[in-house]
């Protein structure tokens, strides 16, 4: 199966800063997704990725899979309170996700 | 409204009992997935189904069993065997098998008592 990691594991941000968080796979990505998690909750889907180069935005969210197909970012600019929770990649073709990132916003 | 239901949102089990999380999608959706999760980590995967009376052992399957008897059901049995049942545990569905995304419910959390 394809193992995805993700770094960092935790992150604190003050409000309206940028952060990026990182999703690297041992094996091509055929499609990436990136879904967010308040604790104790359902996963929301945020993007899927599935050309190398492609970029894709949902409001102050952005996520890119590189060339190579092995790697994809998850950046977030002006960072605010909701944007708190944790951040997990999943590979498309055996539906494996990455631990996860937990972040934190503080005002 | 479409959508996929777990039910309960809480469960408790007591030493040597088996218990069976409900997962049910109205999406008309052919994959299933059954997800465990623990505090601070990620998701792995238990079992997951590409279409009815069939279904694949996911990285955990070990303590668990399923069954796809209907296209819109796939119960999680917690057997006895699991001897570490504590974890929150996440239902998902997709139309088919590639491209498309996933569709969680709100999650079960299971406890020993």
């Known amino acids: 199966s394809q193992e995805l990691e993700q770094s960092p594991q935790s992150l604190i941000v003050q409000e309206g800063k940028n952060l990026t968080i990182n999703c690297t796979s041992s094996?091509?990505?055929?499609?990436l997704y990136w879904y967010k998690q308040k604790y104790g909750e359902g996963l929301i889907f945020l993007m899927m990725l599935q050309k190398g180069g492609e970029e894709k935005s949902h409001e102050k969210i952005t996520a890119k899979l590189d060339e190579k197909k092995q790697q994809s970012s998850l950046h977030i600019t002006a960072s605010q309170p909701s944007h708190a929770g944790i951040y997990l990649c999943g590979a498309d073709n055996d539906m494996r996700f990455g631990a996860g990132t937990r972040l934190t916003v503080k005002p | 409204d479409g959508g996929i239901t777990q039910s309960p949102k809480y469960l408790f089990r007591k030493e040597g009992q088996n218990v069976t999380l409900s997962c049910e999608q109205n999406l008309n959706h052919d994959a299933m997935y059954w997800y465990r999760q623990d505090p601070g980590q990620g998701l792995r995967l238990i079992y997951y189904?590409?279409?009815?009376?069939?279904?694949q052992k996911g990285d955990i399957a070990e303590g668990y069993s399923v069954s796809r008897e209907k296209k819109e059901s796939f119960p999680l049995t917690v057997t006895s065997a699991q001897k570490n049942p504590t974890a929150f545990y996440l239902c998902?569905?997709?139309?088919?098998?590639?491209?498309?995304?996933?569709?969680f419910g709100s999650g079960t959390q299971l406890s020993v008592l």
């Open positions: 998902a569905s997709r139309p088919g098998r590639t491209n498309e995304k996933l569709f």
């Open positions: 189904s590409q279409i009815v009376n069939d279904f």
């Open positions: 094996k091509t990505l055929y499609g």
